[in-house]
């Protein structure tokens, strides 16, 4: 096998691969992209058994044939070249041959017949939603799925495609979003699946944000193209908690607060708090809110006063700091509402003001208060 291709573009290309190579695998082969050569069309296959990318690109120079390459060394090696044509051969003991104008390097490869296949499944459903929706609903709610591989469920978002609405919920059981939105579904496709919330930040990251993202569905997977990419992402097949039932319908207590100013004051009182816990408790009355937090280890503490407007009885919760301002920045609203009803009930947090057409929930469990 053999080629030429610019560096830029090789470049461009194996760092988008490179978003599913695993940091560790006992399987050798996913830590290599597969290299195959067509005519003059270069394919490149990674994988990580749950999400794929798949490029086709125009060579020239071009000799048939196929190879699975380590991807980190190439990545490494092609990135320190400067611009210019690179030109890749290997032979049949699997060693791949990089030359440039400025010296030979070699790499070994593997087989390409070690390389793990993806079944070929007929495509059941097409998704088509507005691509800058599709993106919004990562960055509203990828944030808050978990990174327990235990509970697969939870890692993901969970979507319900409706003739005309979408509803998206994301949970790590520490914090809770639902966004629900009117969209126009010209397909009529209603659809309810889990998709990992890996797959989307990758997703997301090559993504535009005009024209309209076509979602293949079947089985198992669902399959998207993105320029000359195509991304394969297996669907979780899990349960997904009943999220209705958790949310709070009776919080009577309200605070209407600044989001930026409420956020940097928890930041700072949160230096003082805990390392592990972070907790940091939040007295809300008729005054505004006193934010406290202190270290019994280390014999600091922190408390600050901030202005906002209340109603309802004097109250006291703590939370895990790094998570409540987590959850005020994706908000991305200006000022907030937060509703309570108890000491150890979550908290709904809403922006003030809703979107047209759109509605953000978002719940906080508390933490106990440690006296």
């Excluded at 090789?10 to 067509?38: D, G, Q, W």
């Excluded at 190879?67 to 990545?75: C, D, F, G, R, T």
């Amino acid at each position: 096998m053999k080629f030429s291709i610019e560096k830029e573009t090789l470049l461009s290309l194996l760092s988008e691969h490179s978003k599913v190579i695993p940091l560790r695998t006992t399987l050798p082969i996913l830590s290599c992209a597969l290299f195959l050569i067509n005519k003059n069309s270069l394919t490149i296959k990674t994988t990580n058994l749950d999400q794929t990318i798949i490029s086709n690109t125009k060579i020239k120079d071009e000799e048939s044939g196929s190879i699975a390459i380590p991807m980190n060394k190439l990545l490494e090696i092609v990135s320190a070249l400067p611009k210019e044509e690179i030109k890749i051969v290997t032979n049949e003991d699997f060693l791949v041959e990089i030359n440039s104008k400025q010296g030979t390097y070699k790499i070994t490869g593997r087989g390409p017949e070690e390389f793990p296949e993806k079944n070929k499944t007929e495509t059941k459903k097409t998704i088509s939603l507005p691509s800058k929706d599709f993106i919004n609903i990562i960055n509203k709610t990828a944030y808050a799925t978990s990174k327990d591989d235990l509970k697969p469920a939870l890692t993901g978002v969970y979507f319900n495609i409706e003739e005309k609405q979408i509803t998206a919920v994301s949970t790590d059981g520490h914090k809770l979003v639902k966004y629900e939105k009117e969209i126009l579904n010209p397909n009529k496709t209603e659809q309810a699946l889990i998709i990992p919330a890996k797959f989307l930040n990758i997703l997301k990251g090559s993504m535009k944000e005009t024209g309209d993202l076509l979602i293949d569905v079947d089985t198992d997977h669902i399959t998207t193209k993105q320029q000359n990419f195509t991304f394969i992402s297996r669907i979780i097949k899990e349960k997904f908690p009943d999220f209705n039932s958790v949310i709070p319908a009776d919080n009577k207590i309200k605070a209407s607060i600044d989001a930026t100013g409420f956020t940097s004051c928890v930041k700072r009182v949160a230096i003082f708090s805990n390392r592990n816990t972070k907790q940091t408790i939040l007295n809300f009355n008729a005054n505004g809110v006193v934010v406290s937090s202190e270290d019994l280890e280390t014999a600091t503490s922190g408390k600050e006063h901030f202005q906002c407007d209340f109603e309802g009885t004097e109250i006291s919760t703590s939370y895990n700091a790094k998570y409540l301002c987590e959850t005020i920045q994706h908000i991305n609203s200006k000022k907030i509402n937060i509703f309570l009803n108890t000491p150890l009930s979550a908290a709904v947090i809403v922006p003030e003001q809703q979107k047209e057409k759109e509605k953000l929930t978002t719940l906080l469990m508390p933490l106990r208060i440690n006296i």
